[in-house]
């Protein structure tokens, strides 16, 4: 495997436990080869994967659908996800944005709460 690392470096450069690595070994999201020694290796692109495996784990997405989500993501090929994983993903989408809008109202009223008496507000990427 070319530019491969193991699970420490994985877990240094993609933030993620190499308990949580492991565990999405465990549930087919991730994979490695093994040293002749029985040690994981990974590849580059490992990281990205890690990156986005966390990120859909983090809104509410589970590690079956991910699965199933996974390999449309990656592929270079036509055909896309089947058409019930599809519909799916639509409503889980519509779920986030409705949830976005909640948070960025909540959010706001803070922001009036915290103005009025007389703290200062942080704006995100200042």
């Not at 690595?21 to 994967?49: D, I, K, M, N, W």
């Amino acid at each position: 495997m070319v530019g491969s690392m193991r699970i420490g470096e994985l877990s240094t450069r993609s933030g993620a436990s190499p308990r949580s690595l492991r565990y999405y070994e465990e549930q087919g999201l991730l994979s490695s080869e093994r040293t002749t020694g029985g040690h994981r290796e990974y590849g580059e692109e490992a990281v990205e994967r890690v990156d986005r495996i966390r990120c859909l784990l983090g809104a509410g997405i589970g590690t079956d659908t991910i699965r199933r989500l996974l390999p449309c993501m990656y592929s270079r090929e036509e055909g896309g996800p089947a058409p019930d994983l599809l519909d799916w993903l639509c409503a889980e989408r519509e779920r986030m944005s409705r949830s976005i809008h909640e948070l960025e109202r909540t959010r706001e009223a803070l922001d009036r709460v915290i103005e009025r008496n007389g703290g200062r507000v942080a704006v995100a990427g200042a």
